[in-house]
């Protein structure tokens, strides 16, 4: 058997682009010249194309934690739905488990553990345990050995208690773990989680972190889609950064953020902020990359910035915060973490 | 890194993993039928009120004295009118709820948000719409006979057909009225909407098919059409097996056609189905609410 569990290559979805949604043409896509349809006076609109995932290559070694990360709408989920085969690429190749996700797509689904993102991929009218069962025998588990399964991971996920109430009575975190619960009844090889921890409060997200290690620990392939870094960070033993459908980087966590280590990043929390403050701070020589968001409802702003020399330009940043109504309430100089990374490369946060 | 020598894969596949699987949707589409209880509602009230208004329009227009009945005798052979109603508005009502409850059973799983975790799996996919329907048949077997109960007690009506060439026609009738469940189950994912479809097919057969007037009465190419119809050679078949006592030969030739019926329209709802599921996934369009 191959060491690699997931393989892409050139993996590319394109979709028609609705009118007025904000779809937008991905760079040198074409559009086919106008046709007339089958009614004689009415001229075909010509089909414009919306590139989700834009060549995306990847190789995922067995019993690895892969995470891919990037903002929302940069074809996370679009990738991880071709390779559990909901979609079919436009073109490229993809193979999980060897096989192929269109000629095979049977074959990979049998390899296969998903939870895609959402709560709602169960049914809230049967309960935990119905869920459970029922999953069950869609993958071709046989009767006797899903029983001892569904209580297996009806122990392992802390449902006993409410096991035989119905879904709707759930929290959203317990009905998060009915749906990976779900996803590895049939003790599949690989498992595909998208947005895992997306909705659930810290503790439930945490104990979700914990139990993805496990399943690392007991064998599974991961491949993880977050937007939140350190997620990702935590988790993954390579990280591919996807930005516009494309994969921007790929390394471990490690790895890319020795990418910036020459580099300092500035974290200040400032009252008062305004644009034209970033501008001066931007035209600081060995400053780039400042990114500035407000925090909660009051007027506290947390500004980051990327430096090559943090002790030259910090003088000169202090000058220009002080006064005009901004006050500097707070400063940091801290280690690059992977949204620093994001941002050298894309020039934008992660949550934009 | 560690090789994955833990997990072994407990899924056993095959025709038996797939019937267990066809037979998983039936159960879990049952346990929720019945956890929705409005369902008794329609079990027991709309059998009586549907055909109602019918019945109540035709003891207007045969006269006080039902002196008017002598015509109707003459055009359909029976002396049973409110069973005629029933009986043609019974078959109406099953074509309207499959529709409903079959041609919506994708789009409601769509919008619940299961659909994608269903397509998720290995099971063969086809058995989500069978599995579906399987319920909604048990349970429209269950509101015919409450509906015929209820004819016979409130309504007076004489049934002095056969109870098993009632079944037959039922039988006989189930590829055809499925078969059209399931292509319009395809039709409606694709078009995201099912309300004007079911409006226009219901009206066809409402007009087309005769569940409240002999097809005598239509024009010529009227009734040309309705012999393209299943649900007319239904309905018919119906009459005749439960109001007349006829025997097997009354309802021969509708059972043929039936037979007929039913192999074409499995066969488009088959293609149909392939087909959307095809598109869904070069489109995306499972996922899509």
């Known amino acids: 058997m191959s060491d690699i569990a997931i393989e892409a290559s050139q993996l590319v979805k394109k979709f028609p682009a609705r009118p007025g949604t904000g779809d937008k043409k991905t760079e040198g896509e074409s559009s086919p010249a106008p046709k007339r349809g089958l009614w004689p006076f009415r001229k075909k609109e010509p089909k414009t194309m919306f590139t989700a995932v834009n060549g995306v290559d990847l190789q995922i070694q067995r019993g690895e934690i892969f995470g891919l990360l990037g903002p929302n709408g940069a074809g996370k989920s679009t990738t991880i739905r071709m390779l559990c085969t909901l979609l079919e690429p436009t073109s490229g190749t993809a193979h999980v488990n060897g096989f192929d996700v269109v000629r095979q797509a049977n074959d990979v689904r049998r390899s296969l553990g998903t939870v895609l993102a959402g709560e709602r991929s169960i049914y809230w009218k049967l309960t935990g345990r119905e869920n459970l069962e029922y999953f069950a025998a869609l993958y071709h588990i046989p009767q006797a050995v899903a029983k001892k399964r569904v209580d297996e991971l009806i122990e392992r996920m802390e449902l006993k208690d409410r096991a035989n109430e119905l879904v709707e009575k759930y929290s959203t975190g317990m009905r998060q773990r009915v749906a990976i619960s779900k996803a590895l009844l049939a003790r599949p090889p690989i498992l595909l989680l998208d947005e895992p921890t997306l909705g659930l409060d810290p503790q439930a997200a945490r104990n979700l972190r914990e139990l993805i290690a496990q399943l690392k620990q007991e064998g599974h392939t991961i491949l993880l889609t977050t937007h939140y870094m350190e997620e990702a960070d935590q988790l993954s033993d390579r990280i591919g950064i996807i930005d516009t459908g494309k994969v921007i980087a790929l390394d471990t966590p490690e790895g890319l953020k020795r990418r910036i280590d020459q580099k300092e990043v500035i974290r200040l929390e400032v009252t008062g902020w305004h644009e034209d403050l970033g501008d001066k701070l931007k035209s600081i020589t060995g400053i780039e990359n400042l990114m500035s968001h407000q925090q909660g409802e009051a007027d506290l702003w947390e500004v980051n910035m990327q430096a090559h020399n943090s002790r030259a330009a910090l003088p000169r940043i202090v000058e220009h915060i002080s006064g005009n109504g901004t006050r500097l309430v707070n400063m940091n100089i801290v280690k690059p973490s992977l949204e620093d990374v994001f941002i050298h490369l894309t020039g934008k946060a992660l949550r934009d | ?289």
Not at chain 2, 198 to 224: E, K, N, S
């Open chain 2, 1 to 289: 890194m560690r090789s994955e020598m833990n997990v072994k894969s407990l899924a056993v596949p095959g025709f038996f993993a797939d019937v267990h699987a066809l037979w998983a949707v039936v159960r879990r589409e049952w346990t929720i039928f019945v956890r929705y209880p409005s369902w008794i509602i329609a079990l027991f009230i709309w059998p009586v009120i549907f055909p109602m208004g019918y019945i109540l329009t035709a003891r207007a227009l045969s006269g006080v004295d039902g002196s008017g009945l002598t015509t109707f005798q003459n055009t359909t052979g029976l002396n049973e009118y409110v069973g005629y109603i029933a009986v043609g508005t019974m078959i109406w009502m099953w074509q309207n709820i499959v529709l409903w409850n079959v041609g919506g059973s994708l789009r409601n799983e769509q919008m619940r948000g299961t659909l994608e975790s269903n397509w998720l799996s290995p099971a063969w996919r086809f058995s989500y719409m069978l599995g579906s329907s399987i319920p909604q048949l048990v349970s429209m077997l269950m509101l015919m006979v409450v509906a015929a109960l209820e004819y016979v007690f409130f309504f007076g009506v004489k049934f002095d057909g056969n109870l098993w060439l009632s079944l037959l026609v039922i039988l006989a009738a189930i590829p055809s009225v499925y078969g059209l469940g399931f292509a319009f189950a395809s039709v409606v994912i694709t078009m995201k909407e099912a309300n004007a479809f079911v409006f226009l097919v219901r009206g066809i057969v409402m007009i087309f098919c005769g569940i409240t007037y002999p097809l005598a009465i239509l024009p010529d190419w009227m009734q040309t059409v309705s012999q393209w119809l299943p649900q007319t050679y239904i309905i018919h078949a119906m009459r005749a097996a439960t109001l007349s006592t006829e025997g097997f030969s009354g309802i021969a030739s509708d059972l043929k056609m039936l037979v007929l019926f039913g192999i074409f329209w499995l066969a488009i709802g088959y293609l149909l189905f392939s087909l959307m599921e095809r598109r869904a996934r070069q489109t995306g369009a499972i996922g899509q609410y």
